[in-house]
């Protein structure tokens, strides 16, 4: 295998598999050690993840798209421990909730709101996870986050089994169990997450996804990856784009910082850099208070 290869893939993580076992696997299939992924998902749930390959891990910490979308199912009438359906549970009785009363309550959850972290999350307090504590039996206070949903849409919900499926649209740090949780409160019922599907993360979307299998068929037939993976400036597409002059590339690549005239940019913001060849270079900033194009992050 290339050690040199340098990119995105977009993987559909299996159930069951946790974020880090997908790397685990993926760096036995590829050969390869220097992997990240961007966004967390629980074993239970299954969709896009991200992997960072070679030099691309140096963008997972800075990527200016951290919305995610995700298809969650649900059951109204029963709470768990740890809000979904894998947990301990802990209320259960016949809930008989109409679609109408449904729709008005998750109205509830667009926008910018308060969400508690979950008891089993990985959200550090007092310099030891949630769900650590949790697992030792202990409930800690935790502080409610601010989060946005931009949508959230009933695709399914059946009367009779008081079970569904929500379309939801939101922002990295979201604990989709926990708008589950949530709506079940403001229902009066209860509700946990049944399954969850990550439909988009990062701008990735589902249908630019493999499977682990897949991935491995391509190795095993030797076409390699090349083919499935995304170039590391694909995750900075919402940064305009640059390209340097031969002269201003050389020096750019060496570190000198440029005048925001001789990039050709004035307005303060953070641009994709391109050198004279059309290789992506990195990331640069634009000063407008020294008028300096200082370098953000360099991947070449």
Not at 56 to 73: F, M, Q, V, W
Not at 205 to 227: F, P
Request: with cysteine; hydrophobic share 35%.
């Amino acid at each position: 295998m290339d050690k040199e290869l340098n990119g995105i893939i977009v993987v559909n993580k299996p159930k069951a598999f946790t974020s880090f076992d997908v790397i685990a696997k993926l760096r036995g299939i590829l050969k390869i050690k220097r992997l990240g992924h961007a966004g967390t998902l629980d074993p239970m749930a299954t969709g896009v993840l991200p992997v960072f390959v070679g030099k691309a891990t140096r963008a997972c910490d800075i990527l200016p798209n951290n919305e995610k979308s995700y298809k969650a199912g649900f059951k109204l009438g029963i709470k768990t421990d740890t809000q979904d359906i894998t947990g301990e549970v802990v209320f259960e009785e016949k809930s008989c909730v109409k679609l109408d009363e449904l729709a008005d309550k998750v109205k509830m959850f667009l926008g910018e709101i308060e969400q508690l972290p979950p008891m089993y999350s990985a959200v550090s307090v007092g310099g030891k996870r949630l769900y650590e504590l949790a697992r030792e039996g202990k409930e800690v206070e935790r502080k409610p986050r601010k989060i946005f949903v931009e949508s959230i849409c009933i695709t399914e919900f059946y009367e009779e089994s008081q079970t569904g499926v929500l379309d939801i649209h939101c922002s990295k740090g979201t604990y989709v169990r926990t708008i589950i949780h949530d709506l079940g409160e403001a229902l009066g019922t209860g509700g946990v997450l049944t399954s969850l599907e990550r439909t988009s993360s990062s701008g990735y979307d589902i249908s630019q996804s493999r499977s682990l299998d897949e991935i491995q068929s391509l190795i095993n037939s030797g076409k390699g990856i090349e083919g499935i993976m995304y170039p590391i400036d694909s995750a900075f597409d919402l940064y305009e784009k640059i390209i340097l002059n031969p002269k201003h590339t050389r020096l750019y690549k060496n570190g000198v910082k440029l005048r925001l005239e001789q990039v050709g940019v004035m307005a303060e913001n953070t641009y994709r850099v391109y050198g004279s060849d059309r290789e992506f270079l990195g990331l640069g900033f634009a000063d407008g208070k020294t008028n300096e194009f200082k370098i953000k992050k360099n991947f070449f």
